[in-house]
């Protein structure tokens, strides 16, 4: 069954957001066996690698190293390689920690997405995050935002980045997590009439039951088909996280 995100991610934000502070106050459960295992599951979140980090590590002191001397501290002390991608993601997750470039640098913004999404990150080659990466990757954003204290509008690179990612998609109506970008967005379509028509019909979906949805070949049902499938992507992830902080924390 499909999840509500307007329900869902709102109650996941701050239990992400508590378990961020939780572990900055080392006021968390010792599961070293359980965070061996996320940090070598290249699925794992960049939240979940944080926190196993800290399991081992027994604080987050590794937020101020060298990444290449956190792999070698992970194999020297604990004989754990960790996989490439998750070496991405927890160098993605160090750099949105220390600075909010995702919010104005669309390099950034998008070489964070791809590794948010469990996909190496190459800086050198373009790799258009799509739509339902750019979502997810959005909402771990802000909780990182939230948690900083730097809780900034996304600048013009970034918003015209999402924009075109979701044109490319043949989308019309921004998902949720992307509605920065709409007026962006608005400028790539020309027919209002059918943009207006799926906010008005996609307000109604329920969104808990996206897998029964039927949907004819009409210029707003396709456009519905796309949004669902990318709130069921955003809420596949969401489970995944809220299974990793359930099991750190």
Do not use: C
Not at 80 to 94: E, G, T
Not at 108 to 129: G, L, M, R
Not at 168 to 178: I, S
């Amino acid at each position: 069954m499909a999840i509500d995100l307007k329900t869902a991610l709102p109650v996941l934000f701050r239990t992400a957001l508590h378990s961020l502070v939780f572990y900055e106050k080392g006021d968390y459960p010792k599961k070293v066996e359980k965070a061996r295992e996320y940090l070598k599951n290249d699925k794992t979140s960049p939240f979940g690698l944080y926190f196993s980090l800290v399991q081992l590590f027994h604080a987050n002191s590794f937020l101020v190293w060298e990444p290449e001397s956190i792999w070698l501290e992970l194999v020297n002390e604990f004989q754990l390689d960790l996989p490439l991608v998750n070496r991405d993601k927890v160098s993605a997750f160090i750099t949105a920690i220390h600075n909010d470039a995702f919010h104005w640098d669309a390099l950034i913004f998008e070489n964070s997405a791809k590794a948010f999404n469990n996909e190496i990150s190459t800086p050198d080659t373009v790799q258009e995050a799509s739509p339902a990466e750019l979502s997810w990757a959005v909402f771990l954003f802000e909780i990182l935002a939230r948690h900083t204290g730097r809780e900034n509008p996304y600048d013009y690179e970034p918003t015209k980045y999402a924009a075109l990612s979701m044109h490319r998609e043949g989308l019309v109506l921004a998902p949720e997590l992307l509605v920065f970008a709409q007026e962006e967005l608005d400028k790539f379509n020309q027919n209002k009439t059918v943009a207006q028509a799926v906010s008005d019909t996609w307000a109604t979906v329920n969104k808990e039951k996206l897998e029964e949805l039927t949907l004819a070949e009409s210029a707003v049902d396709i456009q519905l088909g796309k949004l669902a499938a990318i709130h069921l992507y955003v809420g596949q992830m969401a489970e995944g996280l809220h299974r990793e902080i359930a099991d750190l924390t």
